[in-house]
């Protein structure tokens, strides 16, 4: 009887509680609203799920965050919110913020942003690497030892291996070249360019082009996985197909981070002996560790892993999106292709210098990363308030600028949606800070040059605000994404077209607060005081609670700490270092070219950006970590776990995911830990290497990483100079002038591809990485007369309420407000810099935590995309979809379908 009494009364409490619990969550709802209801943005669908259209558009794959906040800032104007469940997400495409959230080293990375980086369902993947490391002093550290590793005139040592990987690109690409075989050019590009981190990061033997490798794997499910792991239903589900999800997205990371770990021990192990330790990155962080006791194991190997996916990931992607437009551009094809033939010819051995001669294919690249930047944009935490184009940003609000965004505004660029190379031949056309592919600042991406120089190399070879729903926000936008209808990046540019520079959206509890004003994205991407909001970075730091990417340079929100890695880091990305990785860059994109060339029978549909994600991902297990084995051409767990993890990132932060009891999402789950488990396994194991090594005195060799925004931005520029033929025709001219017939691309080659280097600008601008950054407002701000309150992030956030504020540079970069015929591919318009606004083109964002590698991802993408054009013919499948979906990364639908035919043996 007693035992009833109690349980009658122990129910009584519990409805209590619960009851308690729901009313606290509404009240809090409510002041959420009404501390961000006077930015501009989409109506609220739901009072709980906030803007739940969003939500369910996004989760159903129908569109991506990128194409969302630059519909939002089309519609809303330079600042923007949305709210998803108790989260704020508040984006800018404001130049001047840009500036000053980027430059200034007071907006600090919000920490739970990266989440995701440092871990994935638990499993410690980036950890504090540089792209995760929010501690600004210590990431400061880390980029400080690591900058000459990305040094220009390390850069053009490395030309070699980057023509190597060129190389072995082309090969790839050439077995499929038969002028009617579709052939995805990106899975290439991303072999690629793993196949240069892992020659000239890390030393590590083998072609990653033409070989599956597990390693390959692994980066590619923990990739996938970060889209997941801050899901509470990817997390918790319970189902089979969830846990076996969890597990294999673990296995991924602890292989990534126990390859880390051997290679890591094995040079400690050679330094121990006496031994000459190679000239890559990773020995910049081995004698960091030893000789100045600035990096523990567990960090030496988050930086394996934070340089091996950001990467490899990057420069295939954007390489994927350059032939893309290359291909949908003809005229700007053939403007490439003569360039090539003009500086590359036939040259067997592409040097430094041919590279930097191709001009053209640097406005290609530039206008591609004006369209297709590597990431959405970055977020800063606004420490006070601010006021961004007169609206008020709350201290506190993780505030993003969206490079993506700004990309596509014709606010910053004529016709921002034609890709035009030929815009960054006017500089004075569009404003300063609206345009940073690889971030701004102090926190810029320490790889941009050696992405740029890559790019070259890759590019040579191939090329806001009122409430609809109480409960749900605005759960029409919700819809769309979940749906697949749409992107985030497409909403949010159609909302600031139709609201102005600052808009917000709901979704549940979240406001999602962006903005497109220049002004805006200079001040929260420039100033340090604008701190990465925590939970947007969760994806990183961990996905379903295996560690992912940790504490790295990415996720580290702590700016003290992320100082001091990433000044530890910065000398692995120096130009003078990067020049080095040259013949690794060439390495694998030579395994590109052969894995492409396979199907180079005209007839064959080959998805490019399978292939470049191949070939980048094989370029940081080269010049990351020296890792073995041809990962363009093999299919590896270590690829595959890469694939998982970056996937999962957009499903972690979701409840649904993280908690769905279903067995599809259990074993989802489980895949994405075991991916997680086995890229850090795989760091750990080769930085346990290094380490051995070190004791023993050996030489350890020089690497270095970076993959998901090269071979997503080769991508985008295949495709741009794909539907522009005369951009095309450039491009390849200035390879043909500067490449030719040479088999060894030099550094100084990659260099003189200037026109590469519009397309790739021009292809970040129209498709920058991600769609903006995002920043916590410490205090109230107003952005364009509309008052940001204290706490808003501008990015994505759960967590205290904040509202995320967001600085897009998808958006910015579409925007004829800073982009003459934004939507038109014009690599030239990157000539004339004084032509658009500042700050309102930052695919890398821009400030202290700008990309760390966006050197690194250009050169990569140049010598990957070098050895494509000079050594293949690429047309675009004409009935694939040119549309964006959003991972860790925007990447195109089509995956860049072409037909490929051999150009030259």
Not at 241 to 269: C, F, H, M, P, S
Not at 282 to 292: M, P
Not at 633 to 641: I, Y
Not at 694 to 704: A, T
């Amino acid at each position: 009887m007693l035992f009833l009494i109690l349980l009658k009364y122990a129910l009584v409490l519990t409805i209590l509680a619960v009851v308690t619990a729901c009313l606290g969550f509404i009240a809090y709802l409510h002041y959420i609203h009404q501390k961000f209801q006077h930015i501009p943005g989409p109506k609220r669908t739901s009072f709980i799920f906030g803007n739940y259209d969003i939500q369910k558009a996004l989760t159903e794959e129908r569109t991506t965050m990128s194409e969302i906040l630059t519909d939002l800032h089309s519609e809303y104007g330079p600042v923007v919110v949305i709210y998803l469940l108790h989260m704020t997400f508040v984006s800018c495409t404001d130049p001047k913020t840009v500036k000053e959230i980027l430059l200034d080293n007071k907006y600090l990375k919000p920490s739970f942003n990266y989440e995701p980086f440092r871990q994935l369902f638990g499993e410690r993947f980036m950890g504090k690497g540089l792209v995760s490391e929010t501690n600004h002093e210590k990431w400061g550290i880390h980029r400080h030892i690591l900058n000459p590793a990305f040094h220009r005139k390390y850069l053009m040592e490395l030309i070699t291996t980057f023509g190597e990987s060129a190389d072995r690109l082309v090969k790839y690409l050439s077995v499929k070249a038969d002028g009617k075989t579709e052939v995805k050019v990106m899975d290439a590009l991303e072999r690629a360019t793993l196949d240069v981190i892992c020659k000239v990061g890390f030393s590590m033997e083998g072609d990653m082009i033409a070989n599956d490798t597990p390693f390959a794997n692994a980066i590619h499910i923990s990739l996938h996985a970060m889209r997941d792991t801050m899901s509470p239903s990817a997390r918790f589900d319970p189902r089979k197909k969830a846990r076996d999800y969890r597990r294999d997205v673990k296995n991924a990371v602890k292989l990534l981070r126990g390859t880390g770990l051997q290679i890591i021990t094995q040079r400690l192990q050679d330094l121990k002996e006496g031994k000459e330790l190679p000239k890559d990155i990773l020995s910049f962080v081995i004698d960091a560790a030893v000789v100045k006791g600035n990096f523990t194991m567990e960090e030496m190997i988050d930086e394996f892993v934070t340089l091996f996916v950001g990467g490899q990931e990057t420069t295939s992607t954007v390489l994927s999106f350059a032939l893309i437009c290359l291909g949908q551009n003809p005229h700007e094809m053939d403007k490439v292709r003569e360039e090539v033939d003009r500086v590359i010819g036939d040259k067997k051995v592409i040097e430094y210098e041919d590279i930097m001669k191709l001009e053209y294919m640097t406005l290609v690249l530039k206008e591609t990363l004006r369209l297709f930047p590597p990431v959405l944009g970055t977020v800063r935490v606004v420490p006070e308030d601010m006021t961004v184009v007169g609206i008020k940003i709350p201290a506190g609000t993780a505030l993003g600028v969206l490079s993506y965004t700004m990309g596509r505004m014709d606010e910053f660029f004529k016709d921002p949606l034609t890709f035009n190379p030929d815009r960054f031949n006017q500089q004075e056309d569009r404003p300063l800070y609206a345009y940073f592919p690889f971030s701004l600042g102090a926190r810029s991406c320490i790889g941009q040059q050696f992405a740029m120089s890559y790019l070259l190399f890759g590019a040579k070879v191939t090329f806001s605000s009122h409430s609809s729903s109480f409960i749900f926000g605005n759960s029409d936008i919700q819809k769309e994404l979940t749906e697949g209808r749409t992107t985030f990046a497409e909403v949010l540019t159609e909302l600031h077209s139709e609201y102005g520079p600052v808009v917000v959206i709901y979704m549940l509890h979240m406001t999602f607060i962006t903005c497109t004003d220049p002004k805006t994205v200079k001040d929260i991407l420039l100033d340090n005081k604008y701190l990465k909001p925590r939970l947007s970075y969760e994806p990183f730091r961990q996905l379903f609670g295996e560690r992912f990417m940790g504490k790295g340079l990415v996720s580290e929100i702590n700016h003290e700490k992320w100082g001091i890695h990433r000044r530890i880091l910065n000398p692995a990305f120096h130009r003078k270092y990067l020049m080095e990785l040259t013949a690794t860059f060439g390495e694998s994109a030579d395994r590109l070219v052969k894995y492409l060339s396979v199907k180079a029978d005209g007839k064959t549909e080959v998805k490019v950006m399978d292939a470049l994600e191949r070939a980048t991902l094989d370029v940081i297990c080269k010049v990351g970590f020296s890792m073995e084995g041809d990962m363009v051409e093999n299919d590896t767990p270590f690829a595959n776990a890469i694939h998982v993890s970056l996937h999962a990132m957009r499903h972690t932060l979701s409840p649904w995911a993280r908690f769905d009891p279903r067995k599809k999402a259990r074993d989802y789950r489980r895949d994405v830990k075991d991916a997680v488990r086995l890229l850090r396994d795989t760091g750990f194991q080769i930085i346990t290497q290094r380490l051995q090594d070190l004791k023993e005195g050996k030489e350890l060799p020089k690497d270095i990483l970076r993959q998901e925004t090269t071979s997503t931005l080769l991508s985008f520029a295949l495709i741009c100079l794909g539907q522009n033929p005369h951009e095309m025709d450039k491009v390849r001219g200035e390879v043909d002038r500067i490449i030719g017939d040479k088999e060894i691309i030099e550094y100084e080659d990659i260099m003189k591809l200037e026109y590469m280097t519009l397309v790739l600008k021009e292809t970040l601008r129209l498709f920058p990485p991600v769609l903006g950054a995002t920043r916590e407002v410490p205090e109230d701000m107003t952005v364009v007369g509309v008052k940001i309150p204290a706490g808003a992030t501008l990015g994505v956030s759960w967590t205290n309420g904040n509202p995320n504020y967001m600085v897009l540079t998808y958006t910015m970069g579409r925007m004829d407000e800073f982009f003459k015929d934004p939507l038109t591919f014009n690599p030239d318009r990157f000539n004339h810099q004084e032509d658009r606004p500042l700050y309102a083109y930052f695919p890398f964002s821009m400030g202290a935590r700008s990309c760390i590698g966006q050197q690194f991802a250009m050169i990569e993408a140049r010598m990957l995309l070098s050895k494509i054009l000079q050594k293949l013919n690429l047309r675009l499948v004409p009935e694939q979809d040119f549309g964006i979906y959003e991972e860790l990364v925007i990447k195109p639908k089509g995956h860049c379908a072409n037909y490929i035919t051999i150009r030259r043996k």
